[in-house]
């Protein structure tokens, strides 16, 4: 009896999630097929947000595409392949362009961003940081295949390349290679791989 019931409600909460992923739909300029989002989920912006087919975001999921902040307008687009996989708790925000290809791979807790508050030279350090102007050092990119371990933050201007793997904690201010181990903060190349060591994605960084 106990089994029936725990599978009864194991369905019906499956259920439920196609039924809230269906109706997140309209908050987005677009939607593949088969996707779905957890609650809770905070979405900002979304019609500058384009999902591909097969998504699949856990809970906690926290995506903003902001086109105002104080005086300024912007016009940011976030563009998220098929076969991405978004776990617990992660923060993606946008002033400028953020793009994740196919089949990328995000643990709990992951930050990316393509903009600041402050300028970069820190002309304005005696601004309080909310009153700061945000400034976006150039999108950020995240090729086919890319898996992120827990806990990393992706920052303004990078690119990652295919098949690259970035570890847990892992600040990212440069490029990484495709084919690559990063680690460390700030993130640095611990290992090239081959292609043929990359034909199946690992389940923990």
């Not at 807790?109 to 400034?135: F, M």
């Amino acid at each position: 009896m106990t089994r029936f019931i725990f599978a009864l409600l194991n369905r019906l909460n499956l259920l439920l999630t196609h039924c809230f992923s269906l109706w997140h739909r309209l908050k987005f300029a677009r939607v593949g097929t088969n996707a779905l989002i957890r609650r809770p989920r905070k979405i900002f912006g979304g019609h500058r947000i384009t999902l591909g087919n097969d998504f699949d975001a856990f809970p906690g999921l926290r995506i903003e595409a902001f086109d105002r902040h104080l005086d300024e307008h912007f016009a940011p687009r976030i563009e998220i392949g098929d076969r991405v996989s978004i776990n617990y708790d992660c923060h993606i925000g946008c002033v400028n362009q953020i793009t994740i290809g196919n089949d990328v791979l995000l643990a709990s807790r992951v930050y990316i961003s393509d903009h600041s508050h402050g300028a970069p030279d820190y002309r304005d350090i005696n601004v309080p940081p909310s009153e700061r102007k945000v400034v976006s050092k150039g999108p950020v990119i995240i090729e086919d295949g890319v898996w992120i371990g827990e806990g990393a933050c992706i920052l303004p201007g990078v690119r990652i390349g295919r098949h690259a793997i970035v570890g847990a904690n892992a600040v990212v201010t440069r490029d990484v290679p495709p084919y690559t181990i990063v680690g460390g903060v700030p993130a640095r190349v611990l290992k090239s791989l081959s292609p043929g060591e990359c034909h199946q994605t690992p389940t923990t960084p």
